[in-house]
T-cell receptor, first 112, second 112 residues
Framework: DVKVTQSSRYLVKRTGEKVFLECVQDMDHENMFWYRQDPGLGLRLIYFSYDVKMKEKGDIPEGYSVSREKKERFSLILESASTNQTSMYLC???????????FGQGTRLTVV | GENVEQHPSTLSVQEGDSAVIKCTYSDSASNYFPWYKQELGKRPQLIIDIRSNVGEKKDQRIAVTLNKTAKHFSLHITETQPEDSAVYFCAASSNAGNMLTFGGGTRLMVKP
C-alpha cells in the first residue's frame, strides 16, 4: 500500500510565523505535489516537484515556497503566515506521468 | 496553463437514480483524465480514469466518457447508493503529464 503521510493533521499558527508542512511518501515516487483545498474552489496546485531539488510553481505559489532535499520528502513553507492562508493542505505523489495520484490525509491549518 | 471547470457544484439524487457530473478542459494537449472521490474527513482517492485514446470506460456502476473534440468528459454513476455520497473531483493532466489540474468539485448527496 502506498503511503503518503503529512506531519500534522491540525495546526494553529499566528500571523507572521514561519510554518513548515511536511510530507513523506514511501513508494519512491518521482512527483510530489502540494495542493490547497477550499470550499467551492477544488484543489488548487501550489507547487510540485518532479525530482530532488527540482520544483515548479503551480497556480497559486504566492506566499509559499517548497523544499525537496530527498526523494521521499516534500516540504511546504509559509514564509510569513497570513489569515488568508487558513485552509486544508493536501500533499500528493505520483510514480510518473499520467498516473494515479496518492494523497496524504491533509493538514488543516488555521492562522490566527 | 490548463483550466478545468466542473458542474454542477452540488447534486442531490434519490437512491437508485443516476448521477452525471461534467467537466470541461482548456488544454488540447491534455490526455489523462482521472476522477477522485473524497468522503467526509478523508483523503481523495482515485475511482476511475481515462486516457485520450479511448472514448469510454466502465467499472461496475461507474463510467467515464471523453469527447476530445469538444474537450469535455463526464462521470456517470448508475443505481446510486447512500455510500456514493461524497465530493467528486475531475482532473486533467498538463505539462507533458506531470501536473494534474483539478475541477472545483461536486458534492453528491444520495438520499435514501
Amino acid at each position: 500500500d502506498v503511503k503518503v503521510t503529512q506531519s500534522s493533521r491540525y495546526l494553529v499558527k499566528r500571523t507572521g510565523e514561519k510554518v513548515f508542512l511536511e510530507c513523506v511518501q514511501d513508494m519512491d515516487h518521482e512527483n510530489m505535489f502540494w495542493y490547497r483545498q477550499d470550499p467551492g474552489l477544488g484543489l488548487r496546485l501550489i507547487y510540485f516537484s518532479y525530482d530532488v531539488k527540482m520544483k515548479e510553481k503551480g497556480d497559486i505559489p504566492e506566499g509559499y515556497s517548497v523544499s525537496r532535499e530527498k526523494k521521499e520528502r516534500f516540504s511546504l513553507i509559509l514564509e510569513s503566515a497570513s489569515t488568508n492562508q487558513t485552509s486544508m493542505y493536501l500533499c500528493a505523489s505520483t510514480p510518473g506521468r499520467r498516473n494515479e495520484a496518492f494523497f496524504g490525509q491533509g493538514t488543516r491549518l488555521t492562522v490566527v | 496553463g490548463e483550466n478545468v471547470e466542473q458542474h454542477p457544484s452540488t447534486l442531490s439524487v434519490q437512491e437508485g437514480d443516476s448521477a452525471v457530473i461534467k467537466c470541461t478542459y482548456s488544454d488540447s494537449a491534455s490526455n489523462y483524465f482521472p476522477w477522485y472521490k473524497q468522503e467526509l474527513g478523508k483523503r481523495p482517492q482515485l475511482i476511475i480514469d481515462i486516457r485520450s485514446n479511448v472514448g469510454e470506460k466502465k467499472d461496475q456502476r461507474i463510467a467515464v466518457t471523453l469527447n476530445k473534440t469538444a474537450k469535455h468528459f463526464s462521470l456517470h454513476i448508475t443505481e446510486t447508493q447512500p455510500e456514493d455520497s461524497a465530493v467528486y473531483f475531475c482532473a486533467a493532466s498538463s505539462n507533458a503529464g506531470n501536473m494534474l489540474t483539478f475541477g472545483g468539485g461536486t458534492r453528491l448527496m444520495v438520499k435514501p
